[in-house]
């Protein structure tokens, strides 16, 4: 019975090898919209959440507006206490507001009629008896700077006027109080504001703009000292006047863009900026450029009468190879002759490179002179000329050829940039300028070909102001 169902699995097993059930058409339609449901579940899951938070956000702010902001809530400051007489029929002391003090007494304003109503009668009996204790001698206010509004425990039952009390004092009284201590004076506390207004201003506010507001300034050294290294990307634009080629060169110049390419070198070096007017910046320095092109697929011809040389033409000019100076290997392995043609290819590439010490005469202006500074720079950047360079590279080893052609030993370049700088520190500030330049003058004293080198550099550099 086991042998039968062994044989059974076994039947299944070889049967259903290599089986795979296809997916219905629709399967990844139900998919999308399985997917698509769950993703609109989440979305009103948020809508829901966001809602109450807004309808919560709305109640209490609501809440406190009701409670603190409304007027209805607000406490008045400039209202008056109100006078409440004791059971005992005296009247208890009236409180004078906290406000400024005039020098002398006003005469008694008349009174106007007030509405019968409680509280405009509670009001009008307020003001009558503070200026009933006023004109009476009852307040009394301290010279003292600082000093607050003071009452005198004695209340005056009448209403005195101003005349009355200056008859009173007779002469002798005054000629003592000359000599005596000299009394406080009397200070009349101003006619009360209207019940309405609610503010009592001292003095008119002063108008407040931003531009009142004390601005960061950094201040802008006139001379400033820095270096910078660069990469380059680096190639030449060429034109050939074929009039006056020479036989051997190829007069296509296609040729040349086909079997050149830019190369990649360096720059660096040091500058010194002079700070001329406002925004304006003079900046020079001394840097130290590579410039120059690679080819690529060498194709060289065996010169005639001559053993183990070769030339190869290029935009500029024709570069001797002498095979008796080259490594055994990398003749054996890169060096192959066409039969056929006379043509000798080597799969290595040739390095040309000029190296100038350049002069940079630029001017510069800042769009924005901050702690962040963004800046235009243009000029010239005239060069020395002060080494030549045509090699094989082989194994990391560095092959010289000769290059038959001259060189002038001056170059003039434009160069043009933006410059980026931070201030870290009031006089330390790193920097990044990137910056093309363009040749002026043909290289080559050779006129057949045009020879203008140009390059395309990011200088990043450090820049200290003093």
């Known amino acids: 019975m086991q042998d039968e169902y062994r044989n059974l699995d076994q039947f299944f097993a070889e049967s259903l090898k290599g089986y795979c059930e296809k997916p219905p058409d629709d399967a990844w339609q139900r998919l999308e919209e399985d997917l698509l449901a769950a993703r609109r579940h989440r979305r009103v899951v948020l809508y829901r959440w966001t809602a109450a938070a807004a309808v919560l956000l709305i109640a209490l702010t609501a809440g406190y507006y009701f409670a603190f902001i409304t007027p209805g809530h607000q406490p008045n400051d400039q209202t008056l206490s109100q006078v409440q007489t004791p059971a005992t029929g005296q009247p208890t002391q009236p409180v004078a507001p906290k406000m400024d003090i005039t020098g002398n007494i006003p005469e008694e304003p008349t009174q106007t009629a007030v509405p019968p109503s409680s509280e405009g009668f509670t009001d009008m009996i307020s003001r009558t008896d503070i200026r009933q204790g006023v004109s009476s001698g009852a307040l009394k206010v301290s010279e003292q700077e600082g000093a607050t509004p003071q009452l005198t425990d004695e209340i005056p039952t009448g209403t005195p006027v101003k005349d009355e009390i200056q008859k009173e004092e007779t002469p002798a009284q005054a000629a003592g109080n000359e000599s005596a201590e000299p009394a406080p004076m009397e200070k009349q506390v101003p006619d009360l504001l209207k019940p309405e207004q609610k503010n009592i201003l001292t003095g008119p506010l002063t108008e407040f703009t931003f531009e009142d507001r004390p601005e960061e300034k950094t201040t802008t050294s006139r001379w400033s000292i820095g270096g910078s290294f660069a990469p380059v990307y680096a190639y030449r634009n060429i034109q050939i006047n074929a009039e006056e080629l ?30 001329m007017k406002n925004k304006w910046a003079f900046q020079t320095g001394l840097y130290l450029s590579n410039l120059g092109h690679v080819n690529e697929d060498v194709i060289a011809y065996e010169v005639e009468g001559e053993k183990d040389l070769m030339k190869t033409s290029s935009s500029t000019g024709m570069i001797r190879i002498i095979t008796s100076s080259l490594p055994e290997e990398f003749v054996d392995n890169s060096v192959r002759r066409d039969s056929l043609t006379d043509a000798v290819y080597i799969s290595s590439d040739i390095r040309q490179s000029f190296t100038y010490l350049e002069l940079p005469l630029l001017v510069r202006y800042s769009f924005l002179d901050k702690r962040f500074g963004l800046n235009l720079t243009g000029g010239f950047s005239p060069g020395i000329m002060t080494d030549y360079k045509a090699q094989f590279t082989y194994e990391g080893e560095r092959i010289d050829l000769k290059n038959e052609n ?14 980026i700088h931070y201030r870290i520190t009031g006089s330390l500030s790193i920097s990044l300028d990137p910056a093309f330049k363009y040749s002026l003058n043909s290289i080559r004293k050779d006129h057949s070909i045009q020879y203008h080198p140009y390059s395309i550099s990011v200088f990043t550099g450090v820049r200290y102001s003093f």
């Open 406 to 419: 001259d060189f002038y030993n001056m170059i003039l370049n434009t160069q043009v940039g933006v410059g």
């Open 246 to 275: 020479p036989p051997d060169v190829n007069p296509d110049m296609s040729y040349y863009n086909d079997s050149e390419e830019p190369m990649y070198s360096y720059s660096g070096g040091v500058d010194l900026t002079v700070q």
